[in-house]
Every structure is written in structure tokens, then in C-alpha cells.
């Protein structure tokens, strides 16, 4: 099991993201990084509606908040979400494909921290954020996870991660989410 699950998503997210949180198994250990694309006007309704299908708590993290297992972070709109070894950072740092926060932001800081204990999933979107993360997630010996691109709502950040790199599993949402939090 990875000691740290990042996700990421975009169009299409908030289905996917509830779908994800109700087959999280009660008592999942590892902390679990999460960035949603969204503009800097939106407000917390986004993390109060995945708390709400969530088993362990949900919530957007102050800047060197500890990085506690059994917590899910969501990243704050127009904040990049970093990982450290224990804490997390936000940053107003430029977007990078056209989005902060950022996919490969959160997906690159946490290769940094936790190299092969990290797993990466990227889910629904329509950009290419994710795919650069995704390959740098590979490079540091982690698992990378992608819903399928035929069965996503939106599959164009799937499809970009899958053409970035090797893949660990390509799988339709409700398979991807039983494979990755299988004990």
C-alpha cells in the first residue's frame, strides 16, 4: 500500500471524486492530496460535499499543516498543494497548465517527498495537467493510476497521462478505485 495517494481531476471531478470517496475503506491509513481544478472565486461548498461522502475527514490545508495519515487534503482554490515529508505547502506560484493549483505541481512535490510510496491517479479532465506529474511520479520508481479514458467523463487528461508514460492501471472509475485501496 502507498504511504501517500495524490489525485488529481477536472471536468467532470466532483462525480468522480464522490465516487472515489465512497469506496474509500473506513480506516485508510494513508493521506490522500487532492486537486480539483477550480476558479480562485470558489468558495469551501467543493470540500464540505466530498466531507460529506468521505469516511475520514476532508479538509483544505493552511500552509505547513502536518501531513497526518488518515486525512484527505483538497487542495484550496488558486493555492498549488505541495507535499513534504511531513507537512504541506501552498503556493501562489504561476499556473502551470493553465490551472492553480496544479496537478503536476502536487504530483511532482510528492515524488520529491515520498519517491516509490506514492501513488498517483488521475482522473476525468480536459487538459494535460497530470501528464507531466505522471511521468515524474514514474521516474521516482511510484505507481501511477488512470480511470479510463473511454469511460470518463471527460478523457483527455486520462488519454494524456496514458501517452505521457507507463501506466500502472487503466481502469473504468469503480475498478481503479477497487484496485487502489485493495488491502
Not at 60 to 74: C, M, V
Not at 112 to 125: I, N, P, Q, R
Not at 128 to 157: L, N
Request: charge should be negative; charged fraction near 20%.
Amino acid at each position: 500500500m502507498a504511504k501517500l495517494v495524490v489525485v488529481g481531476t477536472s471536468l467532470g471531478g466532483l462525480a468522480a471524486l464522490t465516487t472515489l470517496l465512497n469506496a474509500l475503506p473506513k480506516g485508510f491509513s494513508a493521506p490522500v492530496a487532492i486537486v480539483q481544478h477550480r476558479t480562485k472565486a470558489t468558495d469551501d461548498s467543493l470540500m464540505r460535499l466530498l466531507a460529506a461522502q468521505s469516511p475520514v475527514p476532508v479538509v483544505e490545508p493552511d500552509d505547513k499543516d502536518p501531513l497526518e495519515p488518515g486525512r484527505i487534503y483538497l487542495a484550496p482554490a488558486d493555492y498549488h498543494l505541495l507535499i513534504e515529508r511531513e507537512s504541506l505547502a501552498l503556493s501562489t506560484g504561476v499556473p502551470r497548465n493553465f490551472a492553480r493549483p496544479s496537478i503536476d505541481v502536487l504530483f511532482e512535490s510528492a515524488a520529491d517527498a515520498f519517491g516509490a510510496e506514492v501513488t498517483g491517479v488521475v482522473l476525468t479532465g480536459s487538459n494535460h495537467d497530470g501528464a507531466a506529474g505522471s511521468r515524474y511520479i514514474k521516474a521516482h520508481g511510484g505507481r501511477v493510476m488512470v480511470e479510463d479514458p473511454v469511460s470518463a467523463h471527460c478523457g483527455t487528461m486520462p488519454a494524456a497521462a496514458i501517452a505521457a508514460t507507463s501506466v500502472d492501471a487503466v481502469l473504468p472509475l469503480a475498478e481503479l478505485c477497487a484496485r487502489l485501496f485493495a488491502t
